[in-house]
């Protein structure tokens, strides 16, 4: 079927560098992305969300670029700090289908001091 | 943003017996309800869509009469692990649609750790 996955497990980072987390999604369906953060034990936290009709959004401190061509998102964080390091997780949405998320594998992130 | 608990955090059964976690939307009303599993390093799957008032769907592999799942009020859904084995270990999730939120949004519980001894 179909799956959202990421490319990179494990992402090791320099504090104050900025980190950038891809993901690709094979359903073309999808109308509405979303990334989690998760930290250890925690359930996943909303970060940000992009609709399908945009191709960039920004919150404080972090980015999110579509791409529909090549069905890629990806997550940039700015000026990563020791309070990033979590595991990322992308998600896709189907509205027609229920709103039912399909989450990709995770990429973890490490930041070093 | 909205707030989803659940209850128990963390838990220990024995092998055979049953046991039910509680989630809840603190501050809104869902009529949908979503339960996920997650095992150590992995993602979280989608096991059930919770609906108020009416039957659980299922998701394929997932057998509906080991985890019930009950969604009697716009605010409560829980999910019950039946004759709990030691596979069953994992951290269970849920999360609830708030419909009045512009992108209907999905808010998650904190995870409850089940451990089957």
């Known amino acids: 079927g179909e799956s959202v996955g990421l490319h990179l497990p494990t992402l090791s980072v320099q504090e104050g560098d900025n980190s950038i987390i891809n993901c690709a999604y094979s359903?073309?369906?999808?109308?509405?992305f979303i990334w989690y953060k998760q930290e250890s034990g925690k359930g996943p936290q909303f970060i940000i969300d992009?609709?399908?009709?945009?191709d960039k959004r920004q919150g404080q401190r972090v980015t999110v670029l579509l791409n529909k061509t090549v069905k890629h998102l990806s997550l940039q964080i700015a000026a990563t700090q020791p309070g990033d390091s979590a595991v990322y997780f992308c998600a896709e949405n189907i509205r027609a289908a229920g709103n039912k998320l399909t989450f990709g594998g995770g990429t973890r992130v490490l930041v070093k001091p | 943003g909205a707030v989803v608990s659940q209850h128990p955090s963390w838990v220990i059964c024995k092998s055979g017996t049953s046991v039910k976690i509680e989630c809840r939307s603190l501050d809104f009303q869902a009529t949908t309800m979503f339960w996920y599993r997650q095992f150590p390093k992995q993602s979280l799957m989608l096991m059930a869509t919770?609906?108020?008032?009416?039957?659980?769907?299922?998701e394929q592999g997932v057998e509906k009469d080991k985890f019930l799942i009950n969604h009697a009020s716009l605010t409560l859904s829980t999910l019950t692990v039946t004759s709990a084995h030691p596979e069953d270990s994992s951290f269970y999730i849920c999360?609830?649609?708030?419909?009045?939120?512009?992108?209907?949004?999905?808010?998650f519980g904190q995870g409850t750790r089940l451990t089957v001894v």
């Open positions: 999360s609830a649609l708030d419909l009045s939120s512009m992108n209907t949004e999905a808010f």
């Open positions: 919770s609906n108020e008032g009416s039957k659980a769907t299922y």
């Open positions: 992009i609709r399908s009709n945009m």
């Open positions: 359903n073309s369906a999808s109308d509405y």
